[in-house]
């Protein structure tokens, strides 16, 4: 079994470059999607709990009011 070197990618070459290239992108990609997906989580989170606690003290001070 004797490798030779060529300064020409071979075809099997070619094809090694080519997945590994669009595993990287594909890769960076989800992550980037995984990250936006939890940014669109946290800030659904946030605003729920901002909008529980307005409720909570409208809610509050409109029975003290009452009061």
Not at 28 to 45: D, P, Q, T
Not at 57 to 63: D, I, L
Request: hydrophobic share 85%; glycine share 0%.
């Amino acid at each position: 079994m004797s490798v030779v070197q060529t300064s020409n990618l071979s075809l099997t070459e070619w094809v090694v470059v080519v997945v590994v290239v669009v595993v990287v992108v594909v890769a960076v990609l989800a992550v980037r999607i995984v990250v936006v997906i939890l940014a669109i989580v946290v800030v659904v989170v946030l605003a729920e709990i901002i909008i529980v606690v307005v409720v909570v003290v409208v809610v509050v001070v409109v029975v003290a009011v009452v009061i």
